[in-house]
């Protein structure tokens, strides 16, 4: 059985760019550079949070099971258990992800029942 890998929030945030994605979700580390053109929600709203902490926004938009078990084939490693004032700090910021959300649904709503 191999060991899993610990990330510092310093090294999570060297993969905040589009060709290099990282995401931390509940503590754990998902490398989804591979999965950006397939995000139903667009691409947008994981580089929104590129090298952070997605875990608020990841539940605030309420994933499926299937997300959730498709999040598992990304996963790279942990984020290292003294991190976790990084993981307070970055993910502090995720409210700025609701308001487009909910204007997508919106839109998307107003097109199929309207």
């Not at 976790?84 to 097109?111: E, F, M, N, T």
Request: proline share 2%; hydrophobic share 40%; net charge negative.
């Amino acid at each position: 059985m191999s060991k899993v890998k610990a990330y510092t929030g310093e090294q999570i945030q060297q993969h905040a760019k589009r060709e290099d994605v990282w995401i931390v979700v509940h503590g754990k580390v998902y490398d989804v550079t591979k999965f950006l053109d397939e995000h139903p929600g667009g691409e947008e709203v994981i580089l929104e949070h590129a090298g952070i902490d997605a875990t608020e926004a990841f539940e605030d938009i309420g994933h499926s099971d299937d997300a959730r078990e498709l999040l598992k084939d990304y996963f790279i490693g942990d984020l290292e258990v003294d991190d976790v004032a990084h993981r307070q700090k970055q993910s502090s910021g995720s409210w700025g992800i609701l308001i487009p959300v909910a204007v997508c649904v919106a839109l998307l709503a107003y097109k199929l029942y309207a």
